[in-house]
């Protein structure tokens, strides 16, 4: 399968535990995206990383929230002291360039109780 | 960033065309109309897009109105596959935010056999 893939698909976690998501982008695609999606909202933007740069991070993404593309491939996204706000899915996309189509992966699932 | 309205949900029959609306009054003329949907449990995936003119590729038909303030997906023959949450996005050619997306609350198809 060469499509975006994410890891763990679900994560139940206590409040105050840190977590860390893997995104595995399509290969050679450049651009790499971070997304929350809450339940019955639309996916809301949280940071992207051109290569093993990261350009640009919403104001959602708290102190708390720390995202790598240490080699320009994976991503990992981190969350330190959970809260339960922070329960939603985490999704991960990739393209080619700035203004191509986004490819999704499936999402993590984060619940924190 | 310019935004969509779009019905919170529309019901469909199998077999039948669908036209889901998308209204964008404050569109600027550099901004790409993009489509992009939401199967129940995994990411979003992208439709269609276009400019100014009417779009087609294997999935859809995008038309856009003469004055590009509104648009419709338009679904030749629903599929029980096609029920998902539709989403009519806004991307600015360029400048703007980078190709991130602006996700609002998206159309919800049911498609009744």
């Known amino acids: 399968d060469t499509g975006v893939s994410q890891d763990p698909r679900h994560k139940i976690t206590k409040r105050g535990q840190n977590v860390t998501f893997r995104c595995d982008p399509i290969s050679e695609h450049n651009r790499l995206y971070w997304y929350r999606q809450t339940l019955g909202q639309g996916p809301e933007f949280l940071t992207y990383f051109q290569n093993e740069a990261q350009l640009e991070k919403s104001r959602l993404l708290s102190d708390r929230f720390s995202a790598e593309r240490p080699k320009g491939s994976f991503s990992t996204l981190e969350i330190q002291r959970t809260e339960q706000g922070d329960s939603a899915m985490y999704l991960c996309?990739?393209?080619?360039?700035?203004?191509?189509?986004?490819?999704f992966g499936p999402g993590t699932r984060l619940t924190v109780l | 960033d310019a935004k969509t309205t779009q019905p919170n949900s529309m019901e469909s029959n199998e077999e039948e065309p669908v036209h889901l609306p998308c209204n964008h009054s404050?569109?600027?003329?550099?901004?790409?109309i993009h489509w992009y949907r939401q199967l129940p449990s995994q990411g979003p995936e992208y439709v269609i897009h276009?400019?100014?003119s009417n779009v087609n590729n294997r999935m859809a038909s995008l038309a856009i109105a003469e004055d590009r303030k509104s648009s419709t997906l338009i679904l030749h023959r629903a599929t029980l596959r096609d029920a998902a949450v539709y989403y009519c996005i806004l991307r600015p050619a360029y400048g703007g935010s980078q190709g991130n997306l602006i996700f609002g609350k998206g159309t919800k198809l049911s498609v009744k056999p």
């Open positions: 276009g400019l100014t």
């Open positions: 996309a990739s393209s080619p360039g700035g203004f191509n189509e986004q490819f």
């Open positions: 404050t569109i600027s003329g550099t901004d790409y």
